[in-house]
């Protein structure tokens, strides 16, 4: 793991527990689960790692690299988040989950039909996603299928995303040339990220004439918080 840069960092090696063993001057090998929060405390900065995510001028709240930007953003968002507030959108998470074993009931188990479950999976994760964050499942249960190839273009860009967040500062230096803005997903792409762009941007028209309108009922999402 990465050691962040911090003025307590020196002797830090001597207050964990348990085996801590240095592979390299900014990385340690460590063993217990419960010294992360030593390492990775509040003031902690991320590393270089976490560019790789952003290939605009402006840097997502998951991508910003010093703790104290981060934490200046994070309280504006953080409300949506807490348990409480969560907790008021699992009505949303059970409608998605009983969708989905209806569906597997009627193409599965009531034919008796063999089928991969592993995609089945991650279209019930992706509904949810969509729902709770959008307000609206993206269709993949109801389809049965990898729509626009959204799931595909997200595991086919996971080795070449992993392979920039290793190379910088290569990386920081692609960020400046005209190369980004072929890395960066746009509406217009014809699947992939596109096509969940096209979708989210129908759904926030649809939410900010409903609220104009005053027709979202007492609906709870992240997009209405």
Request: charged share 25%; proline share 6%; net charge positive.
């Amino acid at each position: 793991m990465n050691v962040p840069k911090h003025p307590s960092y020196a002797g830090l090696i001597f207050t964990l527990s348990g085996p801590v063993v240095r592979i390299s001057p900014t990385m340690l090998h460590v063993s217990e689960a419960k010294n992360l929060p030593v390492i990775y405390h509040r003031q902690a900065n991320k590393s270089k790692f976490y560019i790789t995510g952003s290939f605009r001028r402006t840097e997502a709240i998951f991508n910003m690299s010093d703790y104290r930007t981060h934490a200046w953003f994070r309280r504006y968002i953080a409300g949506p988040y807490s348990f409480s507030n969560v907790k008021k959108m699992e009505p949303l998470i059970d409608t998605r989950v009983e969708h989905w074993i209806t569906a597997l009931e009627e193409r599965f188990a009531s034919t008796n039909a063999r089928f991969d479950f592993s995609p089945w999976a991650v279209f019930l994760t992706y509904d949810v996603i969509s729902e709770v964050g959008f307000g609206a499942p993206f269709g993949f249960v109801e389809k049965g299928e990898d729509i626009g190839g959204l799931i595909q273009g997200i595991d086919d860009g996971s080795p070449y995303f992993g392979l920039m967040c290793r190379l910088y500062p290569l990386t920081e230096w692609v960020k400046t040339t005209p190369l980004a803005y072929l890395l960066v997903a746009r509406p217009e792409d014809d699947n992939g990220m596109g096509v969940l762009m096209r979708f989210r941007d129908k759904l926030f028209e649809q939410r900010a004439k409903d609220i104009k309108a005053g027709t979202t009922g007492s609906r709870v999402d992240l997009l209405q918080r």
